[in-house]
């Protein structure tokens, strides 16, 4: 059964970075083969989108977090990475990474093209 671990949260300084990675355990999966999605959610909002990734590499962006956050992933230790730089108070919410259930050139960052979820880490900007 697959399992998507997020990790990497804190508390950190307005203008800080973060990287957090979200790691794929179980089942054989590779995260290489579908879409990944980053998704954050803020007490008392609704779940956002924050960035995705594909199966051929390609990627997107919420308009606010581009310039900011980088997405990338690494086959290798089949991980996908969510850097984040210049951070505000704003971004503030807990994090959950999501995967696709089959191969995907595009992603999108609609709740509902993800089917595993994981548990979501704690990001916390403040002076």
């Known amino acids: 059964q697959l399992q998507l671990v997020e990790s990497g949260g804190g508390l950190v300084q307005p203008g800080g970075s973060l990287r957090l990675s979200c790691a794929a355990s179980?089942?054989?999966?590779?995260?290489?083969?579908?879409?990944i999605g980053w998704f954050r959610q803020a007490p008392g909002k609704e779940r956002e989108g924050v960035s995705c990734?594909?199966?051929?590499?390609?990627?997107n962006y919420a308009d606010s977090v581009k310039g900011r956050f980088t997405i990338s992933r690494d086959s290798a230790k089949n991980t996908v990475y969510l850097q984040m730089n210049s951070l505000k108070p704003d971004d503030t919410a807990v994090y959950f990474c999501?995967?696709?259930?089959?191969?995907?050139?595009?992603?999108?960052?609609?709740?509902?093209?993800?089917?595993?979820w994981g548990q979501g880490t704690q990001v916390t900007v403040s002076s």
């Open positions: 179980g089942s054989g999966f590779t995260l290489a083969s579908t879409a």
């Open positions: 990734i594909s199966s051929v590499g390609s990627t």
């Open positions: 999501a995967a696709a259930s089959e191969w995907r050139s595009r992603c999108t960052l609609t709740e509902f093209s993800y089917a595993n």
